[in-house]
């Protein structure tokens, strides 16, 4: 397994939120640095995720669409 290399960042955060965040890591153990790479990681899964819904979405548009009524209706559940 290859080693990851570790590339130094620094953040700013308004006395509030490291506050709020301070909280947060008492409550939950974690360290900074892993609760800020899971952050990180969770949101760019996230718009990747949303990008790939809008897209397809728009590729689809002209498809027909049935809701969720509809389906269990045909299903007979």
Request: proline share 1%; net charge negative.
């Amino acid at each position: 397994m290859a080693s990851e290399t570790k590339v130094p960042r620094s953040i700013k955060l308004s006395n509030e939120l490291n506050s709020t965040v301070n909280d947060y890591l008492k409550v939950s153990g974690q360290s900074f640095n892993s609760f800020v790479n899971s952050a990180v990681q969770e949101k760019i899964e996230d718009e990747l995720d949303l990008q790939i819904l809008t897209n397809a979405i728009q590729n689809n548009k002209n498809e027909k669409r049935y809701s969720l009524d509809d389906v269990k209706r045909e299903l007979g559940i």
